[in-house]
């Protein structure tokens, strides 16, 4: 089962995550396969032709040498061999150029596969993960965890696979040419291994705190700046600075710490090869003394253990980036390398439907559970508490269904069950009297538009109407904002429908921004149009604009309108009384009225309140 799969991750001893994401990242590259291969294969034959520098070289000094000895120089040979060591020179170089440029293009190609997955599962993601994680948190996330992700993957191909592949081959002709340098160098490379493996213990915890830190305090600066009005209406601008400046004073500490930790151990790694690089001289220098070696020979093993304690510095480098990016990365990677799909899987050969004016809905013994626990935002059991138990409806096709009850009975819940937000843990929700587990998810999206809370993006009014139909003609977007009552206000305004929304819609009213996105879902011509408080927060004219618009869709479409304004669903062809996730009343207003239940007290309540508010102004002269 997935959800266990998942507990089970959770439950990895984290030496063994750390060593997952050299595992992930190869899985991440999988899928270029071939390439990475000719890649390696051009980094190892890069190598190999780096060894005829310090061999030619070699040559070249026991060559000047034994010359030196003699009465009368061979200059033909002298040239030929500076000529070969040219060549060879321009032949390595242009190896260089030719592997830099293969592994860019496979980088590159990786780097736009990584973003294009990334978003994908963004945009996948189920949206009770965005009601547990700040959505500014989980994009912060991403962006670092990709970028990182696509960091490693480059100090992976150009820093450490050169760098061990160079003393892996270095290591090799040291042993053939002088075994005891070989040994000098292992040792030495040996004692790197362990101080790295130290600093690793000791840094990870440190790592991960500084990437909590980082996350909560973008999350906190993101959320100051949503509610900047409220900020400075209370005057809080010095607090929100304090409590963010906060944050900083402890990842500055935190910095510190990291800073101290890794330059103490890379003192030591210097140090150690220092002394590496003088042990191999002395033992060079005593096999020039007996005779073991020649005085090219001795400048050859001097450069091989050079190029060898070299490569490991590079190494370490390379280490201390996978060490930085390591908690990034396996977040990242979590959400990129699971399976996000939270709705069952449609059928090879999906149902289908016939597009109608209005579609029937039916929820048959509908029960479902909101997950509590979770990993990282992502839902991994149910609770214990049912949202919706035995919920039994029918709502027929083009007819006006009013869906009341007090805040939490599970009236929005049962919403996102026709949207297919979610399916619900058991029973079925029918459109048409199909499963909508039975059809294809965008055909159920294409019958199916809803207008809930204000959402609306930072571009023009019609392209926020036509956000669901973008191919839409302005004729067809205009006809849509008459239907929703929203042509009138549109045009008055300087730019009419070419007006950019910013901020969310800041320079229009309430009423104005849910006409717009009242007109987003009519323009889908929909079947079945759900509304969900539509009414909510509306002053009196803009309300009644709304509800004069939703009057006027009546027959056209099946309409389900959620609402804790019990006035506007009065002339409805049926009303449903949820109450704590089950069917407490259903009927007419008049019958529910009639049969002094809850809806009756409800209605009654709100009819009190309302006749409270207006005696009020009458006593204040206010009307």
């Known amino acids: 089962m997935y959800f266990e799969k998942m507990r089970r ?11 997952s994401i050299v595992k992930d990242l190869w899985q991440l590259v999988w899928p270029y396969r071939p390439q990475i291969k000719r890649a390696l ?3 190892c034959v890069n190598e190999l032709l780096n060894l005829i520098q310090p061999a030619i070289m070699m040559v070249l000094i026991d060559h000047v040498v034994n010359q030196s000895r003699k009465e009368q120089v061979d200059h033909a040979a002298l040239l030929g061999m500076a000529g070969l060591a040219l060549l060879a020179y321009s032949l390595f170089y242009l190896a260089v150029r030719f592997k830099n440029a293969w592994v860019f293009r496979v980088l590159n190609s990786i780097e736009f596969d990584v973003l294009a997955k990334s978003a994908d599962k963004l945009l996948h993601m189920p949206p009770a993960y965005f009601a547990k994680e700040n959505p500014g948190k989980v994009v912060g996330k991403l962006h670092r965890g990709v970028k990182e992700s696509i960091e490693t993957v480059w100090h992976l191909a150009f820093g450490l696979l050169p760098s061990l592949a160079t003393l892996v081959i270095t290591s090799v002709v040291l042993f053939a040419v002088r075994y005891q340098a070989g040994l000098a160098v292992l040792v030495i490379l040996s004692v790197f291994i362990y101080t790295q493996s130290k600093l690793k213990h000791r840094i990870e915890p440190l790592r991960k705190e500084l990437t909590d830190l980082q996350e909560d305090a973008n999350a906190y600066a993101s959320q100051a700046m949503d509610n900047i009005v409220t900020v400075q209406a209370f005057g809080q601008e010095q607090r929100e600075l304090d409590r963010v400046l906060a944050f900083w004073e402890n990842k500055k500490s935190l910095e510190a710490k990291e800073h101290r930790l890794t330059e103490t151990w890379g003192q030591i790694n210097r140090l150690t090869f220092d002394f590496g690089q ?25 450069m091989l253990a050079g190029r060898a304690l070299g490569m490991a510095e590079v190494l370490n480098r390379s280490y201390k980036q996978i060490l930085k990016s390591q908690e990034d990365i396996r977040r990242t990677l979590h959400i990129l390398k699971h399976d996000w799909k939270y709705l069952a899987p449609a059928p090879e050969e999906p149902a289908s439907i016939q597009t109608a004016q209005g579609l029937s809905l039916e929820a048959c013994d509908v029960g479902y559970i909101y997950p509590v626990a979770t990993l990282e935002g992502l839902a991994l059991e149910k609770g214990s508490k049912p949202a919706l138990s035995g919920v039994n409806l029918k709502i027929k096709a083009g007819s006006l269904t009013g869906i009341v009850g007090l805040s939490g009975s599970g009236k929005s819940t049962l919403l996102g069950l026709m949207r297919r937000l979610d399916d619900p843990d058991r029973g079925q929700i029918l459109l048409d009297g199909i ?3 039975d059809l294809d998810l965008a055909e159920v999206r294409r019958h199916v538009a809803s207008v809930g809370q204000i959402e609306l993006f930072n571009t023009s009014i019609a392209k926020n109407i036509a956000y669901g139909q973008p191919a839409a003609t302005d004729d067809q977007i205009r006809k849509a ?3 929703a009552n929203a042509h009138e206000f549109i045009t008055e305004l300087p730019k009419g429908y070419a007006t950019v929304i910013d901020n969310k819609g800041s320079r229009l009213s309430e009423g104005q921004k849910q006409r717009i996105c009242l007109a987003r879902a009519l323009l889908c011509r929909p ?7 539509p009414l909510n927060h509306l002053d ?10 939703i009057d006027g869709l009546r027959g056209q479409c099946t309409i389900v309108h959620v609402t804790h304004q019990l006035w506007s669903i009065r002339e409805a062809d049926q009303i ?9 009343e259903y009927g007419t207003h008049a019958y529910l009225m009639s049969k002094h239940g809850l809806y009756s007290t409800l209605y009654q309540r709100q009819i009190l309140q309302q006749s409270e508010i207006l005696g009020l102004v009458n006593s204040c002269g206010l009307n």
């Open 9 to 19: 991750s959770m439950k990895e001893p984290e030496v063994k995550q750390g060593w």
């Open 41 to 43: 294969t051009w980094i």
């Open 278 to 302: 003088v042990a191999v001289f002395v033992i060079a220098a005593y096999g020039l003394f007996s005779g073991a070696l020649t005085l090219g020979q001795l400048f050859f093993v001097l």
């Open 435 to 437: 499963d909508v587990r």
């Open 481 to 483: 904002a008459e239907l």
């Open 527 to 533: 079947a079945i149009l759900l509304l969900d408080e």
């Open 540 to 549: 009196a004219e803009s309300a009644y604009q709304v509800k004069t618009a």
């Open 576 to 584: 449903i009384m949820l109450d704590c996730g089950r069917v407490a």
